[in-house]
């Protein structure tokens, strides 16, 4: 079995593409001894990862928006989904906007400048189709040390402040709005500030507090 494993890991690095290092997917759990990944990575296309016995590993892609819980065997990353051997993989798709969780600096403030425009002109038109999340609490991509601040556009509603310490980061680099107690309303449009960018998105309508993928409620503000 090493061997099988070893000469699939040969071919799939003989096969693998030369590309940049740009995010495919992000790792929302990780069981049993997996090489070379933890939890809330992100990993490219051609990374290759091999699982132990009983191991498993979840991957949801960012553009394709498919989560997939992959057991035992050797996974090539793709720029959609994942290539296995010697493993199982369970794929479905879930609910999640491909603009919020791949929003560049500069998309996001094109965003809310032009959120801010249509408001301003008319009141009574719809403004352009804003990044959505469809959990009510955003698990959010920030520097630590940094302040986060998010307040309602399309009604009233408490602003929150939240400074991003250390000790409250998700490895490092994300921050759970639910393990602060916070949760924002379905439907609703939102501005989040951190120091001088700001960036527009808005809630799904059906959207709940009960626990969903993180695919569907990630915003890469960083």
Do not use: H
Request: contains cysteine; proline residues 6%.
């Amino acid at each position: 079995m090493r061997t099988l494993i070893g000469a699939l890991f040969g071919a799939f690095c003989l096969a693998a593409p030369a590309v940049a290092e740009t995010p495919a997917a992000i790792v929302e759990d990780v069981q049993g001894k997996v090489d070379g990944i933890e939890f809330m990575d992100y990993v490219a296309p051609g990374k290759i990862i091999k699982l132990g016995p009983k191991a498993g590993v979840t991957l949801s892609y960012l553009k394709s928006c498919l989560r997939e819980t992959i057991t035992e065997g050797v996974v090539l990353v793709g720029a959609e989904q994942s290539t296995v051997q010697l493993g199982n993989v369970q794929r479905v798709k879930v609910p999640c906007d491909a603009n919020a969780v791949q929003l560049s600096e500069r998309e996001a403030n094109q965003s809310a400048a032009t959120t801010f425009r249509t408001m301003r002109a008319d009141a009574n038109r719809a403004p352009a189709k804003l990044p959505t999340i469809y959990g009510t609490a955003p698990m959010i991509q920030a520097k630590s040390g940094s302040t986060l601040v998010i307040e309602r556009t399309d009604g009233k509603e408490p602003e929150i402040s939240l400074p991003l310490k250390g000790n409250i980061m998700v490895a490092g680099k994300f921050f759970d709005l639910s393990k602060a107690g916070k949760s924002l309303t379905p439907g609703g449009s939102y501005l989040a500030k951190l120091g001088n960018k700001r960036y527009t998105f808005q809630v799904d309508a059906s959207a709940t507090a009960s626990p969903t993928p993180i695919i569907g409620r990630l915003l890469r503000l960083e």
